[in-house]
């Protein structure tokens, strides 16, 4: 098959981001002709005018797909043809594939986190669950969690406006969503009451360092999860191995969200084994 691929990542501040280093890894391995170009746009607001511009040269210039980042994940989804489900009630997408000239927005956010959790945890209690950060990514882990069965998802974030966002966004579902009050009291209860946490707030990361829960609360019968990625061992993360929880780190999430993207951009499967140990090589 000598037919070859054309696929790009579209966002502010993406030359970090490992995403296309995974694709053409994966793609290499796989023998495929296949080029990923990094698309940075200039800062500031989102343009929808020039967005629409973009979408259609990369349909004119024969793309096959196309990785949607931080911040157009929102100002793309009414632009394409058709979503994914996950799609319109987040509303939010990062993945377009292109066909015959016609779009279609998905989120592997949602499936790489699902798909991260059942390799990663896959016999914990899913009852009460709490959620911390309701931004982009806190917004794809929450539906991921109630696709996964979680009974009563418990939200927290600084912003009391996301949380609303976030939890209006899963209205028509049949988990219990509470927001709870990002006070020191309300998150201990919380988690004091919780089967398993996640961290999708930036807590973590360099730029925010430290845990965003106090060690106390942790114990062996709490699963935590982690989304922030590097570093891969967050404070949060140590805090909870050394008091015995079962733990996740965000690895699983940004392969299995690259893979999921390589596979619908491709038609083809992704050895996801292989993309896990070129992440931690990355
Ligand atoms: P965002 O800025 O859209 O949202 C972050 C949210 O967290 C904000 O609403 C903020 O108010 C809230 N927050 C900050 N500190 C908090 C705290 N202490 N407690 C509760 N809420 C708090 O960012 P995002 O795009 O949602 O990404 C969040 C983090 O997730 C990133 O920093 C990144 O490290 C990680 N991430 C990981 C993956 C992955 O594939 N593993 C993918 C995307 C993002």
Known sequence: DRRSWLAGL???GVGPSLTPEMHER????????????VIEQAGGAVDAAHLEHLLGAAIELGY???????????????LVDETAPAVRAIGALNTI???????????????????????GLPDVDRDRVVLLGAGGAGTAVAHALVDLGVRRLLVVDLDHERADQLAASLDDRSTDIEIVQPTAGWLRAAVGMATGLVNASPMGMAAHPGSPVPAEVLRPSLWVADIVYRPLHTTLLDAAAAAGCTVLTGAGMAVHQAADAFELITGRPADRAAMLRDFDEL
């Open 10 to 12: 579209i966002g502010q």
């Open 26 to 37: 994966e793609a290499e391995r796989q023998g495929l002709r296949y080029v990923y170009k």
């Open 64 to 78: 096959d797909g196309l990785n949607i980042t931080h911040p157009v994940k929102q100002a793309m989804v009414p």
């Open 97 to 119: 594939v292109i066909r015959d000239g016609r779009t279609t927005g998905h989120n592997t956010d949602v499936t790489g986190f699902k798909r991260s959790f059942t390799d």
